[in-house]
Structures are given as C-alpha cells and as structure tokens.
C-alpha cells in the first residue's frame, strides 16, 4: 500500500529534466506549482515547494560543477540530500 501523499513523474535528478521544471515552473509560488503538479489537499503546498527548493538547489549545483566549483556543488548536493531525505521521499512517490 502507497501511503505517500502525492506523486509526480518528474525526476530533478535528471539534468535536463531539472532545468525543463526551473524553466516552466521555477519562477512561480508553491501554490502554484502545486495546482500545475496536480497536487491536492492537505501538504500540497508545502510538498510543491520542497520540491522547487530541490529543483532550484539541483540546478546551481549543477551549474557550480560545470564551472568546476566543486565544493560549492557538494554543498547544493547536500541540502538537495536533506530535502529529499526529510521532506520529498516521504511524502512523494518520485524518483
């Protein structure tokens, strides 16, 4: 039994589906990315904005690799690991 709340097909460890969620969705509220994830009830809010706070920490720390700045990118990795481990994994049937 799936006793996750909510569930997306989006994976933001994929690089380009990391950048795909921050160029569509990354500029806008927790609110509403929640109705364009089609997240309802209760959490919803707070789960979209876990997942935004990934995304965009994802996304620098891809970013900061490319650039070759690789202690900033264990950190961006780091706070994504916390976000996932606390807040998505429990909470969203994802990745």
């Not at 460890?13 to 969705?25: G, Q, S």
């Not at 500029?27 to 990934?54: C, D, E, M, W």
């Not at 720390?61 to 690991?81: F, M, P, S």
């Amino acid at each position: 039994m799936n006793t996750k709340r909510f569930s997306t097909d989006i994976n933001l460890d994929d690089e380009h589906e990391v950048t795909e969620f921050i160029r569509t969705l990354g500029n806008q509220s927790a609110r509403q990315i929640a109705k364009q994830l089609n997240f309802h009830g209760p959490g919803s809010v707070k789960a979209a904005g876990k997942l935004s706070a990934y995304a965009w920490n994802k996304f620098t720390a891809i970013k900061c690799r490319r650039e070759g700045k690789i202690v900033q990118a264990q950190t961006y990795e780091l706070i994504c690991d916390t976000l996932y481990r606390r807040d998505i994994q429990p909470n969203i049937e994802c990745w």
